[in-house]
T-cell receptor, first 111, second 112 residues
Framework: GQNIDQPTEMTATEGAIVQINCTYQTSGFNGLFWYQQHAGEAPTFLSYNVLDGLEEKGRFSSFLSRSKGYSYLLLKELQMKDSASYLCAVRSPTNAGKSTFGDGTTLTVKP | DAMVIQNPRYQVTQFGKPVTLSCSQTLNHNVMYWYQQKSSQAPKLLFHYYDKDFNNEADTPDNFQSRRPNTSFCFLDIRSPGLGDAAMYLC???????????FGPGTRLTVT
């Protein structure tokens, strides 16, 4: 089975940096995704890590440590529009693309 | 633009009255998924199609069925909706080489 843990809520200030953590305990692992989901909307893909290390994409970076079962999403230069839920999802090695999602971290960006 | 489309966006049905939600995609992806998402919870995978092969999650109730008549379309049938089935239903697609999932806008189902 898969167990994925993320903080439920976080608050940060516009222009700041925030790190959203995700820990996972899985029977198999074949990559970790981060998705962004605005209220009432569908999730949209942010990043995919399959090897250890940091992946940078503009203001967003994602880090993975497979030995520790740990990932984080780093958001820099926060903007009000970054207020959303951030979902961590672990991909199963047995079915192409099948992923198990965490409950998400609701980030509120304040002026 | 290539995309995933879900219809309707909002669906109201009565307790016990069958309902069908539809999903279509122009991405030509071979994998399609149906998720149920309740407020402040993770999307819960109900089933997915890998090409024509249907894969049901072990804990998906028998009340939920799916059809995929061709690559582009997939349907979710709820045979006898209960109040607990009120949720957002998300359709997503991916391929066996590009693993991230592309989601449709969702159908919000209300059961009265």
């Amino acid at each position: 089975g898969q167990n994925i843990d993320q903080p439920t809520e976080m608050t940060a200030t516009e222009g700041a940096i925030v790190q959203i953590n995700c820990t996972y305990q899985t029977s198999g692992f074949n990559g970790l995704f981060w998705y962004q989901q605005h209220a009432g909307e569908a999730p949209t893909f942010l990043s995919y890590n399959v090897l250890d290390g940091l992946e940078e994409k503009g203001r967003f970076s994602s880090f993975l440590s497979r030995s520790k079962g740990y990932s984080y999403l780093l958001l820099k230069e926060l903007q009000m529009k970054d207020s959303a839920s951030y979902l961590c999802a672990v991909r199963s090695p047995t079915n192409a693309g099948k992923s198990t999602f965490g409950d998400g971290t609701t980030l509120t960006v304040k002026p | 633009d290539a995309m995933v489309i879900q219809n309707p966006r909002y669906q109201v049905t009565q307790f016990g009255k069958p309902v069908t939600l539809s999903c279509s995609q122009t991405l030509n992806h071979n994998v399609m998924y149906w998720y149920q998402q309740k407020s402040s919870q993770a999307p819960k995978l109900l089933f997915h199609y890998y090409d024509k092969d249907f894969n049901n999650e072990a804990d998906t109730p028998d009340n939920f069925q799916s059809r995929r008549p061709n690559t582009s379309f997939c349907f979710l049938d709820i045979r006898s909706p209960g109040l607990g089935d009120a949720a957002m239903y998300l359709c997503a697609t991916s391929t066996s080489t590009v693993f991230e999932q592309y989601f449709g806008p969702g159908t919000r189902l209300t059961v009265t």
